[in-house]
């Protein structure tokens, strides 16, 4: 009998959500004035952490951490300043970006 209650305990712990703990952070488009997609030519990065991210076939995600969630943080494209963004509470802020031509320069 201890045996059987024993198991159903262990069973219904298991059943038990956990909550996630939420990260926030930026994603994108990352494309060139031609139109073509940025694909692991460009850099992109934060005034929050030491994280980066490179775009590939013109997406990327930069996942900062649930420290991040409701800060505003400065966004950097081959560290060049793109401005300020405001991180929401839970998730990602969407942060598009457009290359000059075939340099690395972003269009502001």
Known sequence: ???IFMSFALAALLLVPVPLSSACGIE???????????????RVSTSWNSKDAYPR???YNLDLGSGACGENVEVYVNGN???????PRDGNARVDFVLKGTSDMPVR
Request: aromatic fraction near 4%; proline fraction near 0%.
């Open 1 to 3: 009998m201890k045996i």
């Open 28 to 42: 994108g488009k990352a494309t060139r004035t031609g139109g073509s997609k940025v694909d692991g030519t460009a």
């Open 57 to 59: 076939d013109g997406y």
């Open 81 to 87: 300043s793109i401005g300020r963004r405001s991180i």
